[in-house]
T-cell receptor, first 113, second 113 residues
Framework: SAVISQKPSRDICQRGTSLTIQCQVD?????MFWYRQQPGQSLTLIAT?????????ESGFVIDKFPISRPNLTFSTLTVSNMSPEDSSIYLC??????????FGQGTRLTVV | GEDVEQSLFLSVREGDSSVINCTYT??????LYWYKQEPGAGLQLLTY?????DMKQDQRLTVLLNKKDKHLSLRIADTQTGDSAIYFC?????????????FGKGTHLIIQP
């Protein structure tokens, strides 16, 4: 299994600002994933982060709004840029040491005011 | 329509069995998962099943898969108050650690004393 830590666990941000969320895994993982969970909703995949290449974004998500870094096999960041209240969500990162299992961090609860 | 569907709520008495159902539409789904989310927490991987299996048991948890009908269920035996949570069904073609997951909206399991 993999233990995934996210920072910050929660934040309240002003609209128009940006927040960078960090995700640290206790072992090397090939792929890391970023998900969004809007209030009362399910999880939606934002993008896949692979070391050494640009992240791959799902339909409806763009790099300018959600830039992602993946400098090594244990770390990734997601930035939520130029935030609006609609960006208020829980953001979760995920990864697995193998292809089958995917483990999640505890999430970052973002409120934009 | 939705790729993965679940009913939103299930209420059971403590000590009874809980059966949470899920249907999916993608016939190429190879891996099917159940995650548990407690209030304010991230997602905990409970179990998963490969599409070439029809049953998997792990202590109090039993997963049944009807591939023909694209129906997945999670049975929790002897339901306890600690089982109160949201249960998410998810699917993946190549594995949650390889190409990410598509989630259902989650089933709120409510335990009555």
């Amino acid at each position: 299994s993999a233990v995934i830590s996210q920072k910050p666990s929660r934040d309240i941000c002003q609209r128009g600002t940006s927040l960078t969320i960090q995700c640290q895994v206790d072992s090397q993982v090939t792929m890391m994933f970023w998900y969004r969970q809007q209030p009362g909703q399910s999880l939606t995949l934002i993008a896949t982060a692979n070391q050494g290449s640009e992240a791959t974004y799902e339909s409806g998500f763009v790099i300018d709004k959600f830039p992602i870094s993946r400098p090594n096999l244990t770390f990734s960041t997601l930035t939520v840029s130029n935030m609006s209240p609609e960006d208020s969500s829980i953001y979760l990162c995920s990864g697995g040491t193998g292809a089958t299992e995917a483990f999640f961090g505890q999430g970052t609860r973002l409120t934009v005011v | 329509g939705e790729d993965v569907e679940q009913s939103l709520f299930l209420s059971v008495r403590e000590g009874d069995s809980s059966v949470i159902n899920c249907t999916y539409t993608d016939s190429s789904s190879t891996y099917l998962y159940w995650y548990k989310q407690e209030p304010g927490a991230g997602l905990q991987l409970l179990t998963y099943i490969f599409s070439n299996m029809d049953m998997k048991q792990d202590q109090r948890l039993t997963v049944l898969l009807n591939k023909k009908d694209k129906h997945l269920s999670l049975r929790i035996a002897d339901t306890q108050t600690g089982d109160s949570a949201i249960y998410f069904c998810a699917e993946s073609k190549s594995g949650g650690g390889a190409d990410g997951l598509t989630f259902g909206k989650g089933t709120h399991l409510i335990i009555q004393p």
